[in-house]
């Protein structure tokens, strides 16, 4: 039987590329997310893939969510947790705390929303696995972002105790704690760097490859490959794990 996966923001960047490996490897993936276009697009283009439009953090959005999984998908077996945002650049004395909130609402609350309705139906999975989005910062402090350092470093404690919680059901729960990942997001953050620092792109990329005993960017495609391991028939044994994908770096 194939599997039903969730994925939460997985209407682009890391979300899509576990998403369409999962259906490579002959899975059914429903996806949630904010952006309604990207969200048709997708369900479009992939027979195996069907999509909601929705907030994780509203509790109507999630209700339509889970009635959209069980008409279409009939169970669960794989939640990925990947929504987040990353919050406003400040330092902490200066951090405002409207963006603290909604950082957290997001990061925090709304992931423990989504795995709350999911958990009854991976209860009911021959081998539930529930995969949590971390980071870099999850691992390291991260000055001027103090607000997504601590939801990456609390969603480790979430994912350690849904490990403990949920074990005797057979579910597993690991994080996944990506470094710089390539694409058009990181282009941008070099960019703006550079900017800032009136140095070029080409510097900002050298100096954050300096970071890492791997000189590469991470790849949403390997991110996707850990995932599908981590849900797959040879990690039932695994839980409770952090899996820093980064190219061993050495802060944030």
Known sequence: MSQR???TAGAGGIGLAIAKAFVANGARVHIADVNAEAVAA???ENENITGSVGDISKAEDLEVLFKDIEEQLGGLDVLVNNAGIAGATAPANDYPIDTWAAVVNIN???TLMVTQRAIPLLKESDAGSILVMSSLAGRFGYPNRIAYATTKWGLVGFAK???????DFGITANTIHPG???GPRMGSVLAGRAEANGTTVEEETNKA???QSIRKFIDPN?????ALFLAGPHA???SGQMFPIDGDSKHS
């Open 5 to 7: 996966v969730l994925i």
């Open 42 to 44: 997708i369900v479009a």
């Open 108 to 110: 925090l609350t709304g």
């Open 161 to 167: 105790t849904l490990a403990l919680e949920l074990g």
């Open 180 to 182: 710089a990942v390539e």
């Open 209 to 211: 490859l300096d970071n």
């Open 222 to 226: 390997d991110i996707a490959q850990l």
């Open 236 to 238: 039932r044994t695994i």
